[in-house]
């Protein structure tokens, strides 16, 4: 059997997947990584610290702590909050995996003898030749479509899926928790968190004031009519309808930022959505980078957990078009990812419109 590396958050799902490792006969160890320092966050990360202690315990296994607060800060804290100053929306998680959660961890495990790195997300990975693929791995969706996490591992390389479990891709949440009752694990009632990690409150907007400078301007309707006043363009997203503190007859939407003159531009909902988008910083994951020109079909995904919506994708030299079948809110900074029914292809960063 295998050393295999588990990343050990102190919920039940990684407690779960190391579990599951353990029982399969690998050599398994916990690796929780510190994501912010310690002035930030001290009671959230005591509480974390000792839940995935007690799991740790509970299995049999050792337990290390990697304090990556630093590379945290700037990779995915300082390019989150950098893209809402440049008028988009991204995705934290999406920033973080291929970075932090694949980049240092797997990285660190390697270097420790580890020829594994496990990770408690709801998504499959298949390995060798499939009918119509290419050797290596494939990344497809968990069979909890619920729960499935696969979107958020679109920007993996080949290479750092070739060295993942994903132990928990064939099981839904409901049997997760059972496995967990069952095994007496601590944390097998522990609460799912909701949030950013590095927003607990869920309040977006007070750590982007304290990074962002964003001045109150103009909401401007598509006629070119000022209808009030925004607090600053950091604290609105492109199909955001509630908190415009507009009173009109129909309801308004955010079409787009004007940067340029610092104005939220709204309109009915039919004017947000779009039935084509760019796409840039393109990563195939399932399967190598088709040649320029060459047009795929599959599904697309413009937001985490939003409908599949069937399209087209054709490889431009500096990322990719991708033409909707639906309209759909495509909102600049956020993934959109193609999948071939179950098997993701790849993902791209919605560029400004």
Request: some cysteine.
């Amino acid at each position: 059997m295998a050393r295999v590396t588990v990343c050990i958050s102190g919920g039940v799902d990684s407690a779960v997947a190391a579990l599951l490792l353990k029982r399969a006969g690998h050599e398994v160890a916990g690796l929780l990584l510190r994501v912010l320092p310690e002035a930030a966050c001290e009671d959230r990360w005591e509480a974390t610290l000792e839940a995935a202690r007690a799991v740790c315990d509970a299995l049999g296994i050792p337990l290390e702590v990697l304090d990556v607060s630093g590379e945290f800060e700037r990779e995915v804290i300082d390019v989150f909050a950098r893209g809402y100053a440049e008028g988009l929306t991204p995705n934290p998680c999406v920033i973080c995996n291929p970075a932090i959660k694949w980049g240092l961890a797997l990285e660190h495990a390697i270097a420790g003898g580890a020829e594994w790195l496990a990770t408690g997300h709801y998504a499959r990975i298949e390995r060798g030749v499939g009918e119509g693929r290419e050797p290596g791995p494939c990344l497809l969706r968990g069979v909890d479509a619920t729960k499935d996490q696969s979107y958020m591992l679109c920007r993996l390389t080949r290479g750092q899926l070739a060295r993942t479990i994903l132990p928990l891709g064939g099981y839904t949440k409901e049997q997760v928790r059972r496995i967990a009752r069952e095994a007496g694990l601590p944390v097998a009632e522990r609460d799912e968190s909701q949030d950013i990690c590095f927003i607990p409150d869920g309040d977006h907007g007070a750590l982007l004031q304290s990074r962002v400078v964003s001045a109150p301007g103009p909401i401007v309707d598509l006629a070119g009519n000022v209808l009030a006043e925004h607090r600053g363009l950091i604290y609105y997203t492109v199909g955001q309808r509630r908190g415009l503190g507009i009173g009109a007859e129909q309801r308004l939407f955010v079409i787009r930022k004007d940067l340029e003159h610092n104005a939220l531009i709204v309109g009915p909902r039919q004017n947000a959505l779009t039935d084509e988008c760019l796409l840039g910083e393109v990563n195939w994951v399932s399967v190598p980078a088709p040649p320029e020109g060459e047009t795929i079909p599959g599904q697309v995904e413009v937001r985490y957990r939003t409908t599949p919506i069937d399209a087209e994708l054709t490889v431009l030299p500096e990322g990719a078009g991708v033409c909707l079948r639906e309209p759909a809110v495509c909102a600049p900074g956020q993934a959109a990812v193609m999948y071939d029914n179950d098997t993701l292809l790849c993902g791209g960063t919605i560029r400004q419109r």
